[in-house]
C-alpha cells in the first residue's frame, strides 16, 4: 500500500496574538508539507467563545501571510473538508456524539458538581489523585435517555477502556500513559460545549491529517486523543511534539521576556525571511553541517522531522539579530526603502509619499546607516543626524571651549561662511585642510569640533558620505528640513551667541 499524501495542519486559537512558539509550529507545518510535497491545512480552533475574537483571526492571518506561510486549505480558500472554523462544525460533532453514545463507547453523565467536587475532596484526603469515579458509566442506557429526555442535564463521557494509552512520538521516540491518568473524561459539557481533546480529534481524523505536529504543551493531552481515536476505530496519525521555547533565563518563554508577537517583529523591523530562518534553526539543524543561513527553498529541501530536537530552544535576540542583518544585506534595496520609509514618515522627516528626486537621495541615506542597524526601526535613531542633531553633551561642550577647540571653531565657520554655493566632499577637504594649516590643530582635535557642529555629537557617519547627504537633502522638500552645512554653522554661531 502506498503511503497517503502527508496532510499537516495549524490550528491556533483566535484568542491572543502569534507568538514565536505557536509561529515555529506553524513553520514545521509548513516546511513539512513542502518538504513532502503533502497539503497544509490551516484550522481555526474558536471553541471558546469568551476567549475568541475576530480580530485575532485577522491578525493571525495576516502574520502567517507575512511570514510568507500559505496553506492549501482553511479559512478564505476553503477545501475538500470545509468549514475550517470549529464554531461552524458543531453539528458534525455532534453527530459523533449520537454515534459513541448509541455504540455504547460514551455515557451520560448526571453527576453534579456538588457531587464531583465530594470526590475530589475525598481523593485529596486519601492522597489519591483525583479521577471520576465512573459511577454513570453503571447507568443503565434506558435509564440515562429517560432521565435525559425529562430534562436533566448531562455531561458526556468517554468510557475509557482499562489500557495503556500508547503512542509513538517522531521527537520524543515511544510515549505511554496509564489509562487511569485519564480516567473516563468529560467529551461534551453539560452546556453542550465539547472539550478541545474531544474536537481535535475528530477534526485531524475528519481531515485526513497524518501527522499531527504541534507544541509539547500539548502533549498530556494526546493520550485522550488516542483513546478517542480509539473508541471510533480510526488510525492514529503520527505525532511530533515540539519542545518548549525558554528564554535566556531558562523559564519558558513569555511576555516578561519582552516583545514575542510576529506582529511585534514586524513592527520593530525583523525581515519575514530572518524570523522565518531563526524559528526554523529553534529546535531544528539541518543534517550534517553547522550552516545557519537558509532560504526559503533552501529550508524546504533540508527540513525532516527527524532533525528536530526534544530539547528546549533558548531564544536568542543576538542570533536573530546576526540573521536579520544577513537578510538585509540581501535583500533589493527598492525593497528595505519601502520596509524603512514609514519609519521615517511617522516621525515626519519623510512625507507620506515618495518622489523619485527623495527616493534615490534616501537610499543613500539607507546606504550608509542600514549596516548598522539590527532593526529597521533602529535606522531614524541611527540617521538621527540629519534631521535632528543630537544636543551637545557636557563633555563635547567643553571640548569646543577648549583653547584649541575655539581656534578650530573660528576658522572653519569663517571658512563654510566665505563659501558662496554649495559644499562638495571634495572642497569640504581643501577648507579642512585650510584649518589644519592655519591652526595647527589636526587629527581629532580638528575633527571633533567639526562634528560637533555639523551634528551635535563628536562621533558619527564619515564626512564624505556625509557632507553630500546634507547638501542634497538640504535641497528637498522634506516636512522637517535636512540643513545645509553652511545653515548648521549658521545655526550653531546663532546658539553660541546667546550662550
Ligand atoms: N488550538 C490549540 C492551540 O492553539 C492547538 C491544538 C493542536 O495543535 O492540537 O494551542
Given at each position: 500500500?502506498?503511503?497517503?499524501?502527508?496532510?499537516?495542519?495549524?490550528?491556533?486559537?483566535?484568542?491572543?496574538m502569534?507568538?514565536?512558539?505557536?509561529?515555529?509550529?506553524a513553520?514545521?507545518?509548513?516546511?513539512?508539507?513542502?518538504?513532502?510535497?503533502?497539503?497544509?491545512?490551516?484550522?481555526?480552533?474558536?471553541?471558546?467563545?469568551?476567549?475568541s475574537?475576530?480580530?485575532?483571526?485577522?491578525?493571525?492571518?495576516?502574520?502567517?501571510?507575512?511570514?510568507?506561510?500559505?496553506?492549501?486549505?482553511?479559512?478564505?480558500?476553503?477545501?475538500?473538508?470545509?468549514?475550517?472554523?470549529?464554531?461552524?462544525?458543531?453539528?458534525?460533532?455532534?453527530?459523533?456524539?449520537?454515534?459513541?453514545?448509541?455504540?455504547?463507547?460514551?455515557?451520560r453523565?448526571?453527576?453534579?458538581?456538588?457531587?464531583?467536587?465530594?470526590?475530589?475532596?475525598?481523593?485529596?484526603?486519601?492522597?489519591?489523585?483525583?479521577?471520576?469515579?465512573?459511577?454513570?458509566?453503571?447507568?443503565?442506557?434506558?435509564?440515562?435517555?429517560?432521565?435525559?429526555?425529562?430534562?436533566?442535564?448531562?455531561?458526556?463521557?468517554?468510557?475509557?477502556?482499562?489500557?495503556?494509552?500508547?503512542?509513538?512520538?517522531?521527537?520524543?521516540?515511544?510515549?505511554?500513559?496509564?489509562?487511569e491518568?485519564?480516567?473516563?473524561?468529560?467529551?461534551?459539557?453539560?452546556?453542550?460545549?465539547?472539550?478541545?481533546?474531544?474536537?481535535?480529534?475528530?477534526?485531524?481524523?475528519?481531515m485526513?491529517?497524518?501527522?499531527?505536529?504541534?507544541?509539547?504543551?500539548?502533549?498530556?493531552?494526546?493520550?485522550?486523543?488516542?483513546?478517542?481515536y480509539?473508541?471510533?476505530g480510526?488510525?492514529?496519525p503520527?505525532?511530533?511534539?515540539?519542545?518548549?521555547?525558554?528564554g535566556?533565563?531558562?523559564e519558558?518563554?513569555s511576555?516578561?521576556?519582552g516583545?514575542?508577537?510576529?506582529?511585534?517583529?514586524?513592527?520593530?523591523?525583523?525581515?519575514?525571511?530572518?524570523?522565518?530562518?531563526?524559528?526554523?534553526?529553534?529546535?531544528?539543524?539541518?543534517?550534517?553541517?553547522?550552516?545557519?543561513?537558509?532560504?526559503?527553498?533552501?529550508?524546504?529541501?533540508?527540513?525532516?522531522?527527524?532533525?528536530?530536537?526534544?530539547?528546549?530552544?533558548?531564544?536568542?535576540?543576538?542570533?536573530?539579530?546576526?540573521?536579520?542583518?544577513?537578510?538585509?544585506?540581501?535583500?533589493?534595496?527598492?525593497?528595505?526603502?519601502?520596509?524603512?520609509?514609514?519609519?521615517?514618515?511617522?516621525?515626519?522627516?519623510?512625507?507620506?509619499?515618495?518622489?523619485?528626486?527623495?527616493?534615490?537621495w534616501?537610499?543613500?541615506?539607507?546606504e550608509?546607516?542600514?549596516?548598522?542597524?539590527?532593526?529597521?526601526?533602529?535606522?531614524?535613531?541611527?540617521?538621527?543626524?540629519?534631521?535632528?542633531?543630537?544636543?551637545?553633551?557636557?563633555?563635547?561642550?567643553?571640548?569646543?571651549?577648549s583653547?584649541?577647540?575655539?581656534r578650530?571653531?573660528?576658522?572653519?565657520?569663517?571658512?563654510?561662511?566665505?563659501?558662496?554655493?554649495?559644499?562638495?566632499?571634495?572642497?569640504?577637504k581643501?577648507?579642512?585642510n585650510?584649518?589644519?594649516?592655519?591652526?595647527?590643530?589636526?587629527?581629532?582635535?580638528?575633527?571633533?569640533?567639526?562634528?560637533?557642529?555639523?551634528?551635535?555629537?563628536?562621533?558619527?557617519?564619515?564626512?564624505?558620505?556625509?557632507?553630500?547627504?546634507?547638501?542634497d537633502?538640504?535641497?528637498?522638500?522634506?516636512?522637517?528640513?535636512?540643513?545645509?552645512?553652511?545653515?548648521?554653522?549658521?545655526?550653531?554661531?546663532?546658539?553660541s551667541?546667546?550662550?
Open positions: 500500500m502506498s503511503n497517503p499524501t502527508p496532510r499537516v495542519r495549524f490550528a491556533p486559537s483566535p484568542t491572543g502569534l507568538h514565536v512558539g505557536n509561529a515555529r509550529t513553520l514545521y507545518n509548513w516546511l513539512f508539507a513542502r518538504h513532502t510535497g503533502g497539503d497544509f491545512v490551516l484550522r481555526i480552533e474558536d471553541t471558546d467563545v469568551e476567549r475574537e475576530a480580530r485575532y483571526e485577522t491578525q493571525l492571518i495576516e502574520d502567517l501571510r507575512w511570514l510568507g506561510l500559505d496553506w492549501s486549505e482553511g479559512p478564505l480558500v476553503g477545501g475538500p473538508y470545509a468549514p475550517y472554523r470549529q464554531s461552524e462544525r458543531m453539528e458534525i460533532y455532534q453527530q459523533h456524539t449520537d454515534r459513541l453514545l448509541r455504540e455504547g463507547k460514551a455515557y453523565c448526571f453527576c453534579t458538581a456538588e457531587e464531583l467536587e465530594q470526590e475530589r475532596q475525598l481523593a485529596l484526603q486519601e492522597h489519591r489523585t483525583q479521577m471520576y469515579s465512573g459511577k454513570c458509566r453503571a447507568l443503565a442506557t434506558s435509564e440515562a435517555e429517560t432521565r435525559a429526555a425529562a430534562g436533566e442535564s448531562f455531561a458526556v463521557r468517554l468510557a475509557v477502556p482499562d489500557a495503556p494509552l500508547r503512542f509513538h512520538d517522531i521527537v520524543r521516540g515511544d510515549v505511554e500513559f496509564a489509562s491518568t485519564v480516567s473516563d473524561f468529560i467529551l461534551v459539557r453539560s452546556t453542550g460545549v465539547p472539550v478541545y481533546n474531544y474536537v481535535v480529534t475528530i477534526d485531524d481524523a475528519l485526513q491529517i497524518t501527522h499531527v505536529i504541534r507544541g509539547d504543551d500539548h502533549i498530556s493531552n494526546t493520550p485522550r486523543q488516542v483513546a478517542i480509539q473508541a471510533f480510526w488510525q492514529l503520527q505525532f511530533a511534539h515540539l519542545s518548549t521555547i525558554l535566556s533565563d531558562r519558558r518563554l511576555k516578561r521576556h516583545a514575542t508577537s510576529v506582529a511585534s517583529f514586524r513592527e520593530m523591523g525583523i525581515l519575514p525571511q530572518a524570523l522565518a530562518n531563526y524559528l526554523a534553526l529553534l529546535g531544528w539543524g539541518a543534517e550534517g553541517g553547522t550552516r545557519e543561513t537558509f532560504t526559503r527553498e533552501e529550508l524546504i529541501a533540508e527540513f525532516k522531522l527527524e532533525r528536530v530536537t526534544p530539547s528546549p530552544a533558548v531564544f536568542d535576540w543576538d542570533k536573530l539579530h546576526w540573521l536579520n542583518r544577513h537578510v538585509i544585506k540581501q535583500t533589493p534595496l527598492p525593497e528595505l526603502r519601502a520596509l524603512s520609509w514609514p519609519y521615517f514618515a511617522a516621525l515626519h522627516w519623510l512625507p507620506p509619499h515618495a518622489t523619485a528626486a527623495i527616493d534615490a534616501f537610499d543613500r541615506v539607507l550608509l546607516f542600514l549596516p548598522a542597524v539590527d532593526q529597521l526601526q533602529q535606522l531614524p535613531e541611527k540617521a538621527t543626524a540629519l534631521w535632528k542633531p543630537a544636543p551637545v553633551t557636557q563633555e563635547d561642550a567643553s571640548l569646543l571651549a583653547e584649541a577647540g575655539e578650530v571653531v573660528r576658522a572653519f565657520t569663517a571658512k563654510i561662511l566665505a563659501e558662496p554655493g554649495g559644499l562638495t566632499p571634495q572642497r569640504f581643501e577648507l579642512m585650510e584649518v589644519k594649516v592655519e591652526t595647527g590643530v589636526k587629527g581629532k582635535d580638528l575633527f571633533h569640533p567639526v562634528r560637533i557642529i555639523l551634528t551635535g555629537a563628536h562621533s558619527g557617519p564619515e564626512f564624505d558620505k556625509l557632507i553630500p547627504l546634507l547638501e537633502g538640504s535641497k528637498l522638500d522634506l516636512p522637517t528640513h535636512v540643513s545645509s552645512v553652511r545653515e548648521r554653522v549658521e545655526a550653531f554661531i546663532a546658539s551667541v546667546g550662550s
